[in-house]
């Protein structure tokens, strides 16, 4: 028995909790190109004081926030009526609803951003059809600015939305809503007052599992966004592969860690009070 | 109420249209004669026989399965003892530590993943000489992160398990180990198939922790497709595209056939 934990336990010690050691250890170091691996550990504060007053990496924190953000909202706005159509169509039918929500999830996540690549492009497939169309005479380029980036994360994390939402969705007594309209409420009323607030529990959930996440994306921004979309997953990679400066990129990763600390808790906590109830 | 149906009609039809057209299009898009893809121009296989051809991407290919297997096997292992540690142990030191340890991959940024580990085998190079950056690495890594995922299917399953099963083979005079093998460890069979394929599927995958500890020799299929993407569309990623989202279906339906019969099989009993 003693061995059953024991095992995992020094694996995750070792493999995760060390090297996060190591991360806040070499954060202090000093860039050292010529030395080999290329840090001269001590203490020195110089890589986070960088990171607190260089304008470019301030931009690159807001700007990480915002598209976090927004494409979190974004992928809300299009979940919750998903979840809400699965969660009343017929019982029979919402095992394969589901499942056509979450089979894009088994497929390559590089792939799926790459599809947008081609669709995106200037010359790409949306383009085409707009000027085809006549819709739009001279449509922009999409591909390389925000925009862009927003519609991948929404697209990579839509089933991580649908599914906490669904399953508060179709806990929901329904009753609750026919007493609200016998009782004079419209339905957009009732939906405010009834079925909204009762579905909470599942929109954190949601929202949480696609900003958690995105806030620290490299794969999205780096193929859709271009040069100019700022987002620190790219920072710290940058840094770290092109730049080799190693303590500014352990900087990066300790300040993304105390950034997520706050909503991963928050995540942790609901999940264990859902938990529980059930 | 009559809006409320083509409401969700709308909806769904949107959504799902959101989900699948960017993935269609690269599917037909493989098939295309044109080197462009954004242009059409006739039905061709060349794509097809191209990629059969390509040395680089064959070879990283079968690096990514071997480590899939390994680091899927690993981490259906450990994150069967982590699971069941965590459903039957109620107490043991550090128990807050070692439960927080093991969700906490799941949503650390891989960015973060990938530098830390990166970090330790430096620094065991260092000190140890040892190992070598390649297959071993890109496993120990993978191992790290889907062991969570394995731990939370079988924690999960035990969770709403019968424990009189248990306690009637413990009664009856077998050893614990003895009804671990014999009754729960066949209970916990669908969890970890399921943990297993999410562990193999999450490895084969991974393109960031990856490319941190791969080290210069070895380069695995998301590597590859990612340099080759970065240069811009390439029909013979659309191709491998069109081959991932044929397994990936074909898996889920043999998955939905076998629930269905075993469900039927229990209905009749």
Same mark, same amino acid.
């Given at each position: 028995?003693?061995?059953?934990?024991?095992?995992?336990?020094?694996?995750?010690? !070792?493999?995760?909790?060390?090297?996060?050691?190591?991360?806040?250890?070499?954060?202090?170091?000093?860039?050292?190109?010529?030395?080999?691996?290329?840090?001269?550990?001590?203490?020195?504060?110089?890589?986070?004081?960088?990171?607190?007053?260089?304008?470019?990496?301030?931009?690159?924190?807001?700007?990480?926030?915002?598209? $976090?953000?927004?494409?979190?909202? +974004?992928?809300?706005?299009?979940?919750?009526?998903?979840?809400? $159509?699965?969660? @009343?169509?017929?019982?029979?039918? @919402?095992?394969?609803?589901?499942?056509? !929500?979450?089979?894009?999830?088994?497929?390559?996540? #590089?792939?799926? !951003?790459? $599809?947008?690549?081609?669709?995106?492009?200037?010359?790409?497939?949306?383009?085409?059809?707009?000027?085809?169309?006549?819709?739009?005479?001279?449509?922009?380029?999409?591909?390389?600015?925000?925009?862009?980036?927003?519609? +991948?994360?929404?697209?990579?994390?839509?089933?991580?939305?649908?599914?906490?939402?669904?399953?508060?969705?179709?806990?929901?007594?329904?009753?609750?809503?026919?007493?609200?309209?016998?009782?004079?409420?419209?339905?957009?009323?009732?939906?405010?007052?009834?079925? #909204?607030?009762?579905?909470?529990?599942?929109? !954190?959930?949601?929202?949480?599992?696609?900003?958690?996440?995105?806030?620290?994306?490299?794969?999205?921004?780096?193929?859709?966004?271009?040069?100019?979309?700022?987002?620190?997953?790219?920072? #710290?990679?940058?840094?770290?592969?092109?730049?080799?400066?190693?303590?500014?990129?352990?900087?990066?990763?300790?300040?993304?860690?105390?950034?997520?600390?706050?909503?991963?808790?928050?995540?942790?906590?609901?999940?264990?009070?859902? #938990?529980?109830?059930? | 109420?009559?809006?409320?149906?083509?409401?969700?009609?709308?909806?769904?039809?949107?959504?799902?249209?959101?989900?699948?057209?960017?993935?269609?299009?690269?599917?037909?898009?493989?098939?295309?004669?044109?080197?462009?893809?954004?242009?059409?121009?006739?039905?061709?296989?060349?794509?097809?026989?191209? /990629?059969?051809?390509?040395?680089?991407?064959?070879?990283?290919?079968?690096?990514?399965?071997?480590?899939?297997?390994?680091?899927?096997? /690993?981490?259906?292992?450990?994150?069967?003892?982590?699971?069941?540690?965590?459903?039957?142990?109620?107490?043991?030191?550090?128990?807050?530590?070692?439960?927080?340890?093991?969700?906490?991959?799941?949503?650390?940024?891989?960015?973060?993943?990938?530098?830390?580990?990166?970090?330790?085998?430096?620094?065991?190079?260092?000190?140890?000489?040892?190992?070598?950056?390649?297959?071993?690495?890109? &496993?120990?890594?993978?191992? &790290?992160?889907?062991?969570?995922?394995?731990?939370?299917?079988?924690?999960?399953?035990?969770?709403?398990?019968?424990? &009189?099963?248990?306690?009637?083979?413990?009664?009856?005079?077998?050893?614990?180990?003895?009804?671990?093998?014999?009754?729960?460890?066949?209970?916990?069979?669908?969890?970890?198939?399921?943990?297993?394929?999410?562990?193999?599927?999450?490895?084969?995958?991974?393109?960031?922790?990856?490319?941190?500890?791969?080290?210069?020799?070895?380069?695995?299929?998301?590597?590859?497709?990612?340099?080759?993407?970065? /240069?811009?569309?390439?029909?013979?990623?659309?191709?491998?595209? &069109?081959?991932?989202?044929?397994?990936?279906?074909?898996?889920?339906?043999?998955?939905?056939? /076998?629930?269905?019969?075993?469900?039927?099989?229990?209905?009749?009993?």
């Amino acid at each position: 028995m003693r061995l059953v934990i024991a095992l995992p336990f020094a694996w995750l010690v !070792v493999f995760f909790l060390l090297p996060l050691v190591l991360v806040l250890g070499l954060s202090f170091g000093t860039n050292s190109p010529d030395l080999a691996p290329p840090v001269e550990l001590g203490l020195n504060l110089a890589s986070f004081r960088l990171l607190f007053t260089d304008d470019l990496y301030l931009a690159a924190w807001l700007s990480s926030l915002r598209i $976090a953000a927004v494409s979190t909202f +974004g992928a809300l706005l299009l979940g919750y009526p998903m979840a809400y $159509a699965i969660a @009343r169509a017929r019982p029979q039918l @919402r095992p394969l609803l589901l499942t056509l !929500v979450i089979l894009p999830f088994w497929t390559s996540f #590089l792939i799926r !951003v790459y $599809a947008w690549m081609g669709l995106l492009a200037e010359n790409g497939i949306l383009n085409q059809f707009l000027r085809w169309s006549g819709l739009v005479r001279n449509p922009g380029t999409i591909l390389g600015t925000e925009w862009a980036v927003h519609l +991948g994360i929404v697209y990579a994390y839509l089933p991580f939305m649908v599914l906490p939402l669904y399953s508060s969705l179709e806990k929901l007594d329904w009753s609750l809503l026919e007493a609200a309209s016998d009782l004079g409420a419209k339905p957009l009323p009732a939906f405010l007052t009834v079925t #909204l607030p009762l579905s909470l529990p599942g929109i !954190v959930a949601g929202c949480l599992m696609v900003f958690i996440p995105a806030i620290g994306e490299f794969v999205i921004p780096d193929l859709l966004g271009g040069t100019r979309t700022l987002m620190i997953g790219k920072v #710290l990679w940058d840094e770290f592969f092109t730049n080799s400066d190693w303590p500014l990129a352990s900087a990066v990763a300790i300040c993304l860690l105390i950034l997520l600390v706050g909503p991963i808790v928050i995540f942790q906590r609901h999940q264990q009070r859902s #938990l529980e109830r059930t | 109420m009559i809006g409320r149906a083509r409401f969700a009609f709308t909806v769904l039809a949107f959504g799902y249209a959101f989900l699948y057209l960017p993935i269609a299009l690269v599917i037909t898009y493989s098939f295309n004669e044109s080197r462009l893809v954004t242009v059409w121009a006739g039905l061709s296989t060349k794509w097809w026989i191209a /990629l059969f051809h390509n040395e680089a991407m064959l070879d990283a290919a079968w690096l990514s399965v071997r480590i899939g297997l390994a680091s899927a096997t /690993l981490s259906t292992v450990l994150g069967l003892a982590a699971g069941y540690a965590l459903a039957r142990v109620p107490r043991f030191v550090g128990r807050t530590l070692f439960a927080s340890l093991v969700v906490a991959p799941m949503v650390m940024p891989e960015v973060v993943m990938g530098i830390s580990m990166l970090l330790l085998f430096v620094g065991s190079d260092q000190l140890l000489g040892g190992p070598a950056r390649g297959f071993l690495t890109i &496993t120990i890594g993978h191992v &790290t992160f889907s062991l969570a995922f394995v731990a939370i299917v079988v924690q999960a399953r035990l969770a709403d398990f019968d424990r &009189t099963l248990e306690e009637a083979a413990m009664d009856l005079g077998a050893t614990p180990w003895t009804t671990f093998l014999t009754v729960t460890l066949p209970l916990l069979t669908p969890a970890l198939v399921s943990g297993w394929l999410l562990a193999f599927t999450l490895s084969l995958d991974d393109l960031i922790l990856t490319q941190f500890v791969a080290g210069a020799q070895s380069q695995t299929l998301p590597m590859r497709v990612y340099s080759s993407v970065r /240069l811009g569309v390439d029909p013979q990623i659309n191709v491998l595209a &069109t081959i991932v989202v044929a397994i990936a279906a074909s898996a889920l339906i043999a998955s939905a056939v /076998l629930t269905r019969r075993s469900v039927d099989k229990r209905a009749a009993q």
